[in-house]
């Protein structure tokens, strides 16, 4: 990139962990953007300093204000303004979405850069059916409204991608045998570096593995779309248990029965007993 970037916003991708994955254009548009908007000046500094480009930081992250934006918009009025995550393709899972959607009302240019990303690369290695799947950043980290988001997304047919921390793994993983029974599951993480693992089997084998080896890094978690098995052999309590945790009884039964096409009344009567 040889000319100089005209004014507005650069979302730039960053590498995952493997350093070698940024590419050529990010490079120039960092190396020519008039200021880098970051969540962590640290991290995103050790990046510029393997890539040898000084560049002022401005940092903005999920606790930006509103005089934060309005600080880098006005900046992008007059200069390019390249957008980074701390690693990754910024905006997935990462705060930035404000600030993009506010620079397009506004009228202001914006670009996006390809680069790496942590759940494409996850479904391309877990063997897991790729033609439909469904990222839905991470899973609360309260039991119950864990399994309630998993219960609501228990009949999409895709498969489901999910980012995951080490110390939760474990908890998510007996969530999902739990409401999604008898599904396979990949375990994606530390990808690009040098102990990169990407482990699928059901719920319960992954759980033993883990036990064994307590996984360190950051986490993709898959997990398999439904088959098309026949109604009776879908686990209608552990889906009414799960909606039980967040709704009544009538309300469980309702999201169950539009989830599976089963009978609503007698999806009720067998809430009521559960209850």
């Known amino acids: 990139m040889e000319h100089t970037l005209s004014p507005g916003l650069y979302i730039v991708a960053t590498p995952i962990g493997n350093l070698g994955d940024i590419t050529h254009r990010a490079v120039e548009v960092l190396r020519g953007a008039g200021a880098i908007a970051c969540e962590d000046t640290r991290v ?98 309260k039991a119950k409204a864990r399994e309630a988001v998993l219960a609501e997304l228990a009949p999409v047919r895709a498969t489901l991608i999910f980012y995951e921390t080490a110390p939760r793994l474990e908890a998510s993983l007996q969530a999902i045998a739990a409401v999604l029974p008898g599904r396979d599951v990949a375990v994606a993480r530390e990808l690009t570096k040098k102990f990169e693992e990407c482990r699928t089997g059901l719920p319960e084998e992954l759980i033993a593995h883990f036990a064994q080896h307590p996984p360190k890094g950051e986490i993709v978690l898959l997990v398999a779309p439904p088959s098309n098995e026949p109604a009776g052999d879908i686990d209608i309590d552990a889906l009414l248990r799960a909606e039980l945790m967040e709704s009544k009884t009538s309300q469980a039964a309702a999201k169950v029965a539009r989830a599976t096409g089963l009978d609503r009344k007698m999806l009720y009567a067998r809430a009521l007993e559960l209850k």
């Open 44 to 141: 995103t500094g050790k990046l510029l300093h393997h890539l040898n480009i000084k560049q002022r930081m401005i940092r903005y992250d999920d606790h930006a204000s509103e005089s934060d934006r309005e600080r880098l918009l006005a900046l992008m009025e007059t200069q390019p303004v390249a957008l980074v995550s701390d690693a990754g393709t910024p905006l997935i899972s990462d705060p930035g979405y404000r600030l993009v959607r506010m620079a397009r009302e506004r009228g202001i240019a914006v670009t996006s850069l390809p680069g790496a990303n942590a759940a494409v690369m996850a479904v391309t290695l877990s063997g897991l059916p790729n033609d439909r799947f469904l990222f839905a950043g991470f899973l609360p980290g």
